[in-house]
Structure formats: C-alpha cells, structure tokens
C-alpha cells in the first residue's frame, strides 16, 4: 500500500502567518491526491483535490501544488479558523491512504 | 443539498457484530458509491472500505478483510457497514463519505457513528 508521511507533525504558527505543510508518498499517485481539514468533533473537510484543485467554497488562501511523491498545501495567511488538523490522501491505488495528519496550532 | 445521516452510537462487547447505517439524500443514490472513513480516539483517519451503489464492487482494508461487509439498499437509499468479531482496538467513530461527481475524492461525509468495544 501507499504509505503518505506527513510533516511536521506540529506546525505552531501566528494568524497572518503562512503555513507550508508537506506530503511525501512512498510511490509515485500522479496529482491523485486532496487535503482535508477536520476541527475537534468535526466530520473531515475536503479543501485541494487531484492537488491543486480547490473544493467548491474553499477561500483562495487555500493552495496545493506538486505531483508524483512530493505535495505542498499552503495558506497564505492564516485565519483563526483555519487552526485545525489537516490530512492527505491518495485515491492512485487501493487501499486508499492518508496521511497521519499536520496539527496547524496557534503560537 | 447532499447530505448524509449515519446511526447513533453503539457500545458492544469484544467479539460482537456492529452494523452502522449511512442515509443518503439530496441527491440520486444509485449513481455513486459509499465509502467508509474511522478514527479511532485520538488518532489520524484510516480507511476501511468502498462499495458500489449496486455492492457489484467492493474494496477492503486489509486490516479489516474477512471482518467486515458493506452493503447498499438503494430502495432506501442507504448504506450498511457490518463489522464482526469486534476487537478494542476497533473502537473509533466510523465516517461514511460520497465521492465529488467523478473524482473518487470524498467530498460530503458522515456526521459520524461512535462504536466502542468494551468488556
């Protein structure tokens, strides 16, 4: 299977700061890869699809890039609301995968 | 608007059947599949499996292979995950999600289905 590392684990960061959160896949997914948020109690999120693509009502700060093994999610400037969880995963191969999950908190 | 409505909590003893329910609407069911997310307390998401709106296909974590079933009943458009011989560590809150239109990438999801394993 597919194994997705994350990183860093915690990312502690200020609101107007930008944050930069990685995925590294073991093999190559092509750009079959989407980012999600989750808040405490809360269903995930789906924010970037097949990497750079924004869900429907995801705000611009919100960015993906990157292909083959090697992705980026990227907030401009952060927003209160944006300190959450945030989660990769592959749909390139079954089973599909996640990552183990970025903590973006409040510094 | 798509939305999906799963089963209330559940508290079953290891070595038990659960069997989750997920209730689709605002959309036509028979046209997309239902998967199923868990997150054990704590921890990261973790995926358990796919079934067909017509359960032709299905695909497993082999974590759960041989454990668990998923099954649909478009006539009510609703989607069933059984899980058997339950063990503590699969205790967790249990997600079904639907695809974004083609894309295979979850986009609407589950309110959650808490099950916990306990003697």
Redesign the interface.
């Known amino acids: 299977e597919i194994v997705l590392t994350q990183s860093p684990a915690t990312l502690s960061l200020s609101p107007g700061e930008r944050a930069t959160l990685s995925c590294r896949a073991s093999q190559s997914v092509s750009s079959y890869l989407a980012w999600f948020q989750q808040k405490p109690g809360q269903a995930p999120r789906l924010l970037i699809y097949d990497a750079s693509n924004r869900a429907t009502g995801i705000p611009a700060r919100f960015s993906g890039s990157g292909s083959g093994t090697d992705f980026t999610l990227s907030i401009s400037s952060l927003e209160p609301e944006d300190f959450a969880v945030y989660y990769c995963q592959q749909r390139s191969n079954w089973p599909r995968t996640f990552g183990q999950g970025t903590k973006v908190e409040i510094k | 608007q798509v939305q999906l409505v799963q089963s209330g909590a559940e508290v079953k003893n290891p070595g038990a059947s659960v069997k989750v329910s997920c209730k689709g609407s605002g959309y036509t069911f028979s046209n997309y599949g239902i998967?199923w997310?868990r997150q054990a307390p704590g921890q990261?998401?973790?995926?358990v499996g796919?079934i067909s709106s017509n359960n032709a296909n299905a695909?497993?974590?082999?974590k759960v292979q041989g454990r668990v079933t998923l099954t649909t009943d478009t006539s009510t458009s609703t989607a069933y995950m059984e899980l058997r011989s339950l063990r503590f560590d699969d205790t967790a809150v249990y997600?079904c999600a639907r695809a974004?239109d083609g894309?295979?990438?979850?986009?609407y999801?589950?309110?959650?289905s808490l099950v916990t394993v306990s003697s």
């Open positions: 998967s997310v990261g998401l973790e995926w796919w695909k497993y974590a082999q997600y974004l894309s295979g990438y979850f986009a999801w589950g309110q959650g």
